[in-house]
T-cell receptor, first 110, second 112 residues
Framework: KQEVTQIPAALSVPEGENLVLNCSFTDSAIYNLQWFRQDPGKGLTSLLL?????REQTSGRLNASLDKSSGRSTLYIAASQPGDSATYLC?????????FGSGTKLNVKP | DVKVTQSSRYLVKRTGEKVFLECVQDMDHENMFWYRQDPGLGLRLIYF???????EKGDIPEGYSVSREKKERFSLILESASTNQTSMYLC???????????FGPGTRLTVT
């Protein structure tokens, strides 16, 4: 069974810093990997999706990379802002199921 | 714009009650999912459905059942609620052949 791990569980950085969130998965036979943002008490908002054949995807200040062979994905956030404060989750898709990490809680201090 | 809605944002029920959580999507998606989310455990799949009247167990189906009578609606049923079912419940949908899952806002269920 696929296991997805996110490290660190929590991260606090000053505004303006660039940062990297990590996601690792045990089974490299994935269809895609998706990064989500979750605000407190809310549902999940999709940020980026990387298909298994891709190496990275970019949207604005966000860049996600995927290395299937090593079972790793990273989410890079450039020039962080207080509005980026949220929990970030990654999910690895295995045919019809998605396996989630437990998330990294990010706090960006003004 | 894609939309997944859930019937309640917050729900408080007593132990032993039968609880219905409703999820509706307006995207004509074939696949629908129910997850629960607990601190430190991430999202865990309870049940999913890939077509009307079709369902499959996820990783933690015990104590739950589901119903999908119409394509747009997927219901999660707690036959006899227990305190260990206090959690955030999230519904999602995905088009067959599509890549992304789309989530509803979640229902925070408290069982006392």
């Amino acid at each position: 069974k696929q296991e997805v791990t996110q490290i660190p569980a929590a991260l606090s950085v000053p505004e303006g810093e660039n940062l990297v969130l990590n996601c690792s998965f045990t089974d490299s036979a994935i269809y895609n990997l998706q990064w989500f943002r979750q605000d407190p008490g809310k549902g999940l908002t999709s940020l980026l999706l990387i298909q298994s054949s891709q190496r990275e995807q970019t949207s604005g200040r966000l860049n996600a990379s995927l290395d299937k062979s090593s079972g790793r994905s990273t989410l890079y956030i450039a020039a962080s802002q207080p509005g980026d404060s949220a929990t970030y989750l990654c999910a690895a898709r295995d045919f019809n199921k998605f396996y989630f990490g437990s998330g990294t809680k990010l706090n960006v201090k003004p | 714009d894609v939309k997944v809605t859930q019937s309640s944002r917050y729900l408080v029920k007593r132990t032993g009650e039968k609880v219905f959580l409703e999820c509706v999507q307006d995207m004509d998606h074939e696949n629908m999912f129910w997850y629960r989310q607990d601190p430190g455990l991430g999202l865990r799949l309870i049940y999913f459905s890939y077509d009307v009247k079709m369902k499959e167990k996820g990783d933690i189906p015990e104590g739950y059942s589901v119903s999908r009578e119409k394509k747009e609606r997927f219901s999660l049923i707690l036959e006899s609620a227990s305190t260990n079912q206090t959690s955030m419940y999230l519904c999602a949908s995905r088009r067959t052949g599509g890549e992304e899952q789309y989530f509803g806002p979640g229902t925070r269920l408290t069982v006392t």
